[in-house]
Each structure stands twice: as C-alpha cells, then as structure tokens.
C-alpha cells in the first residue's frame, strides 16, 4: 500500500466520521422537534378532554336540574 493510498483511506476515515457526527447533530435536533410536537399534541388534547367534559357535565347538570 502506497503512502498516497494510505492517507487518501485516512481523509476518508476522517469524512465518514464528520458525516457521523453531522448525522448525530441532526437526529438530536430532530428529536428535540418531535419532543416539542408531543408536547403540543398532548396539551390539545387534554383541552379537548377538558372541553368535552365540561360539555358532558352541563348536559347531565342540565338533565338534572332543568326539567
């Protein structure tokens, strides 16, 4: 093996492992969007929650009181 071959397989080497690390970089940033969205997704839904209760407490509040 030539000493060109040697230090082209090592600039190789050393462009896989930055690509690793970029990748690394972005899935952490992807999960940390994910992470945000499931949050907001969860907030929306306890309202909805919350609002449907309400609803389903006036109805029976309603039923119970109104006749």
Request: net charge negative; glycine share 8%; aromatic share 8%.
């Amino acid at each position: 093996m030539t000493t060109e071959t040697q230090q082209n397989q090592q600039i190789d080497a050393a462009e896989v492992w930055r690509a690793i690390g970029r990748l690394e970089g972005e899935q952490q940033q992807t999960n940390r969007r994910l992470d945000r969205i499931e949050a907001r997704l969860d907030r929306l839904f306890y309202l909805i929650l919350g609002i449907g209760g309400a609803a389903i407490a006036s109805i029976w509040i309603t039923n119970l009181f109104g006749n």
